[in-house]
C-alpha cells in the first residue's frame, strides 16, 4: 500500500490576538505541499485516517512557534505539544504505523 504524506508549510504572521481560534478547513485529498499563511491562534482542521485532526498555533517565541496538536486516531484524541522552527521539521505519525504522514515546516515568521 502506498502512503502519503503531506507537508505543511507555515508562514506565521504575527497578529493581534484573539479570543477564540479560527478553524480553516483544509483539503489534504491530492499529494504534496500545502502552503498556508496563518496568524496567532489560528488553526487548521483535516481529515485523515477516518479522524478530524486540528493543528493551532498557540504561541511564537524566539525559537519558534509552538503548535498544539489535536490528534483522534483509533477513536481516541491525542494533545501533543510541539515546537517548530525554521530548521525543525514536525513529523506526524497519525496512524501509529513508524511512518510519518504530515510533515510541519515554518517557512517564515513575518511582523
Given at each position: 500500500?502506498?502512503?502519503?504524506?503531506?507537508?505543511?508549510?507555515?508562514?506565521?504572521?504575527?497578529?493581534?490576538?484573539?479570543?477564540?481560534?479560527?478553524?480553516?478547513?483544509?483539503?489534504?485529498?491530492?499529494?504534496?505541499?500545502?502552503?498556508?499563511?496563518l496568524?496567532?491562534?489560528?488553526?487548521?482542521?483535516?481529515?485523515?485516517?477516518?479522524?478530524?485532526?486540528?493543528?493551532?498555533?498557540?504561541?511564537?517565541?524566539?525559537?519558534?512557534v509552538?503548535l498544539?496538536?489535536?490528534?483522534?486516531?483509533d477513536?481516541?484524541?491525542?494533545?501533543?505539544?510541539?515546537?517548530?522552527?525554521?530548521?525543525?521539521?514536525?513529523?506526524?505519525?497519525?496512524?501509529?504505523?513508524?511512518?510519518?504522514?504530515?510533515?510541519?515546516?515554518?517557512?517564515?515568521?513575518?511582523?
Amino acid at each position: 500500500m502506498k502512503y502519503a504524506f503531506y507537508i505543511l508549510s507555515l508562514v506565521i504572521f504575527f497578529a493581534i490576538p484573539v479570543l477564540s481560534a479560527e478553524i480553516y478547513p483544509i483539503d489534504l485529498s491530492g499529494e504534496g505541499i500545502v502552503e498556508l499563511n496563518l496568524g496567532l491562534k489560528a488553526a487548521v482542521e483535516f481529515n485523515m485516517f477516518d479522524g478530524r485532526h486540528i493543528v493551532a498555533i498557540d504561541k511564537i517565541t524566539s525559537k519558534g512557534v509552538d503548535l498544539d496538536v489535536y490528534l483522534f486516531v483509533d477513536g481516541e484524541q491525542a494533545v501533543n505539544y510541539v515546537t517548530v522552527s525554521q530548521s525543525k521539521l514536525v513529523k506526524l505519525d497519525l496512524n501509529k504505523d513508524g511512518v510519518g504522514d504530515i510533515y510541519i515546516k515554518l517557512k517564515e515568521v513575518s511582523a
